[in-house]
């Protein structure tokens, strides 16, 4: 059999999402096994077509359905004034201030890793909106030096 640019394409496709929660579901079976949950939110890409994916290297990858954010925040912290978030892929950065986004249930989300859509909810969502201020435009983040407008997600 000829491995064909469309047959590769199919191959692709492997029945992979990931919901809300952060579970990922593959054929209708939750994936609980947690170094392998671990690994497939590392590797999460989104493609420069946009579709999101599931990255080994530039030619190895399949697709993957992201239902809402790739990386849910786990916690925030504060050092000094910059804000650091922990991922559910275990990672932390410092928070992309300039793509705050909130969305109809308060949620914030935001850049993670460049190019992944993060949602900060619970607990980390209350660590940073001690910094959130109303201004004359709506709502800003007082975050590194500035104040960081949040744009409406909705």
Known sequence: MELTPELLEKMRA?????????????????????????????????????????????RRYAYVDVEDAHLRALSARWDGDRCRILWDDEQEEELAYATLRQAPDNALYT????????????????????????????????????????????
């Open 14 to 58: 492997i029945g992979l999402s990931l919901d809300r929660s952060g579970t990922f579901w593959h054929g209708g079976t939750a994936v609980t096994h947690p170094r392998l949950r671990r690994a497939l939110l590392r590797w999460l890409d989104v493609r420069d077509d946009g579709r999101d994916i599931i990255r080994l290297d530039e």
């Open 111 to 154: 850049t993670a890793r460049g190019r992944l859509r993060g949602r900060i909810a619970g607990p980390a969502y209350h660590a940073i909106a001690e910094r959130i201020v109303e201004t004359p435009d709506g709502f800003a983040l007082d975050a590194a030096g500035a104040r960081w407008p949040i744009a409406d997600a909705s």
